[in-house]
């Protein structure tokens, strides 16, 4: 069984859908939990970090954290064909300097 | 955000070269960087841990002599894969750390013929 799980897509939407994007893992001990965007060919991108059950907002992106599921979710709002990208869930088991473990990734594509 | 950058952004070598890949921390001081490996449709797969001024750590099935690792400044750090084959073509991307987040290159692609 992998640490992370994510399923890998790829995953089509109209614009202007709320995207679901999603990630369980099973190490408990998993304490920050962050998003990358990647788009092709090009290094990771951070969109969100937490570090607290519970959701954190920034702009149309939304992260939820539910560490007693161990589950993660990104929500995107008002989904744009720039978002089309790649989206890697990751975490790791202590703030700083550590190395991070990445879920797989899944591919999404924003119609026009 | 924190600015990563790596070159060459693409190679192409014969089988059996050795290639040099330079990844630059331009606005931070990075004591550790991370060299990860990425195949088509995968994910990131992390390598080696660069700490400047020693050693790297290797994840376990890493060849630590095939992947030379030197992180000779708080800028600079390298990776060589050496005696280069076919199976080693790949997406390499490094990181450095700023203020506890990881900040990603925009990775090189290696080609082996």
């Known amino acids: 069984q992998k640490e992370v799980e994510q399923d890998p897509g790829p995953l089509s939407v109209p614009e202007g859908a709320i995207v679901s994007l999603n990630c369980t893992y099973s190490?408990?001990?998993?304490?920050?939990f962050m998003w990358y965007r990647q788009y092709s060919r090009k290094g990771p991108e951070l969109l969100m970090y937490t570090y607290s059950s519970g959701n954190k907002e920034d702009g149309r992106f939304t992260a939820q954290v539910d560490k007693s599921s161990k589950y993660i979710s990104l929500f995107i709002r008002d989904s744009q064909p720039s978002d089309s990208a790649t989206y890697l869930c990751?975490?790791?088991?202590?703030?700083?300097?550590?190395?991070?473990?990445f879920g797989q990734g899944t591919r999404l594509t924003i119609n026009p | 955000g924190a600015v990563v950058s790596q070159h060459p952004s693409w190679v192409i070598c014969k089988s059996g070269t050795s290639v040099k890949i330079e990844c630059r921390s331009l606005d931070f001081q990075a004591t550790t960087m991370f060299w990860y490996r990425q195949f088509p449709k995968q994910s990131l797969m992390l390598m080696a841990t660069?700490?400047?001024?020693?050693?790297?750590?290797?994840e376990q099935g890493v060849e630590k002599d095939k992947f030379l690792i030197n992180h000779a400044s708080l800028t600079l750090s390298t990776l060589t894969v050496t005696s280069a084959h076919p199976e080693d073509s790949s997406f390499y991307i490094c990181?450095?750390?700023?203020?506890?987040?990881?900040?990603f290159g925009p990775g090189t692609r290696l080609t082996v013929l």
């Open positions: 990181s450095g750390v700023s203020t506890d987040t990881q900040y």
């Open positions: 190490n408990s001990a998993f304490q920050y």
């Open positions: 660069s700490n400047e001024g020693s050693k790297a750590t290797y």
């Open positions: 990751a975490m790791t088991l202590i703030q700083g300097a550590q190395k991070l473990v």
